[in-house]
């Protein structure tokens, strides 16, 4: 009687325990996930992100064709539009990446392709293609684009819907691609001459680095597995041959396989000895371990259910985990806020800063004639603890001078205010404009004072 009696009371406590909400780990991969918080909304399909130098985001939205600046606890500002995108299915505005003044986006268009383009955010509508004739379709267009440690830009494509195109190094599908910063083909890639760097692959949209330098990505399965690969020049991941792991000496396998239930990754971010996987289908954010060999751990899920379908991951210059939410992509179920980003403190510090700030206006006469003068660059510094997101400059001028012209700024006579696209300075961080003034025939001086607002 008292044996049975034990029994009961244990499988009572066990139904119980599976009965419990899922318990979160407070600290995973070195971020606080018991103090994630919602940061931005009112985005329409998240796809790609990429950072400014002034610690700002740039958000591709996939199917308006929209760059979105966003910053946390602000509304979400548009910045540019990419010319002749297509948005279809799963094709549209995809990645982003920025690096040295210029902004690279890859997207699914009216011409039929997937392709590059990079620009610069004081002239967007002058959009250069870099990169063309990627094949497209509906599904399977990968998308995802990111600076490499050694300076090269990777693309990440899919197979177009096309199974053979992984196989076929004459097919810029199926592929991680590597090009130089202007689209040009590195001397030392794997197959001369070639743009491909691994091949055999179905639909890549996570790219990352660890501390080592070791590249992995993410990669949707059909049916059955989903995958992490830690990716090598050259190398053949199996597609269409096998799906999650071949144990073939032919292809490489992958560090991680999920069911397609609880992933289809996306993006894919690293930090802290951890990979960060975000899962559209699987609605979670998995953390995955490295080990010193490059192998992984154990993953763990974080978010489950929590903010619907995640798309995209990334390690802001703040230090938080940003995570973007795809609940409008025609698969999710949004909510009023959809879709947003939320943000990850790491598990020290990750305070944001005591929103103070200050800034000063320091300028070069370049050029001088009796009748006028131009004045560049009028520096501004960011001197404050924390983030501006506007500032203005106003200059004394001497007796019967007057501006004629500027650019980089906006402004009214002589008082300067910053332009869409450069008002937002982290701290220590500088921006530039300039300006041409007429004055007497008398050549009679150039501004001296210079007086800079934070707005």
């Known amino acids: 009687m008292r044996a049975r009696l034990v029994t009961a009371l244990l499988m009572t406590l066990a139904a119980l325990v599976a009965l419990a909400p899922e318990t979160r780990a407070q600290v995973l991969g070195g971020f606080d996930f018991d103090r994630a918080e919602v940061s931005v909304t009112g985005l329409q399909v998240p796809w790609g992100l990429a950072f400014l130098p002034d610690g700002s985001g740039l958000v591709a939205e996939r199917n308006t064709g929209r760059i979105m600046r966003v910053r946390p606890g602000q509304a979400p500002a548009q910045v540019a539009t990419v010319s002749g995108v297509s948005a279809s299915g799963e094709s549209g505005l ?27 955010l004081s002239a967007p509508q002058t959009q250069t293609v870099i990169l063309s004739g990627v094949p497209s379709a509906t599904i399977h267009d990968g998308g995802r684009i990111a600076f490499g440690p050694d300076g090269m830009l990777y693309v990440a494509t899919g197979d177009a819907a096309t199974t053979g195109n992984a196989q076929n190094l004459n097919s810029l599908a199926g592929k991680i691609l590597r090009i130089t910063p202007t689209g040009g083909i590195p001397a030392d890639n794997p197959f001369p001459g070639s743009r491909v760097w691994s091949y055999g ?48 000496g032919s ?57 619907g379908r995640l798309r995209t991951v990334a390690v802001g210059p703040d230090g938080w985990l940003w995570v973007a939410t795809s609940n409008r992509d025609g698969r ?37 004639w009796a009748t006028g003068y131009v004045v560049q660059p ?57 300006f041409q003034a007429a004055r007497p025939g008398d050549g009679s001086g150039v501004p001296t004072g210079y007086a800079c607002a934070v707005r």
Do not use: K
Request: include cysteine; charged fraction near 15%; hydrophobic fraction near 35%.
């Open 378 to 434: 009028v520096t501004v510094t960011n001197t404050g603890t924390a983030p501006i997101t506007g500032w203005r400059v106003t200059v004394t001028l001497p007796q019967g001078h007057q501006v004629t012209g500027s650019w980089n700024t906006t402004r009214t006579g002589a008082v300067f205010d910053n332009a869409p696209y450069n008002g937002a300075l982290a701290p220590g961080r500088s921006t530039t404009f300039g």
């Open 251 to 307: 292809f490489r396998d992958p560090i991680v396989t999920w069911t397609t239930a609880q992933s289809s990754p996306s993006g894919l971010a690293y930090a802290n000895d951890t990979l960060f996987a975000a899962a559209l289908r699987g609605q979670r954010l998995w953390a995955v371990p490295l080990n010193a060999d490059g192998t992984a751990g154990t993953p763990q899920a974080e978010f489950t259910s929590e903010y």
């Open 201 to 248: 692959h179905r639909n890549v949209q996570g790219l990352a680095w660890d501390g080592q330098g070791r590249m992995y990505a993410t990669e949707f399965g059909q049916n059955t597995w989903d995958e992490i690969n830690r990716i090598v020049a050259g190398g053949n991941y199996g597609w269409p041959t096998c799906e999650g792991t071949c144990g073939s």
């Open 332 to 368: 999710g179920t949004p909510v009023a806020q959809d879709d947003r980003i939320i943000r990850v403190p790491p598990a020290t510090g990750g305070e944001d800063p005591d929103p103070t700030g200050g800034c000063t206006a320091t300028a070069t006469t370049q050029t001088q």
């Open 94 to 120: 995809l990645g982003l990446a920025a690096a040295d003044d210029w902004v690279y986006a890859y997207f699914t268009s009216t011409a039929g392709d997937n392709r590059l383009v990079r620009f610069q």
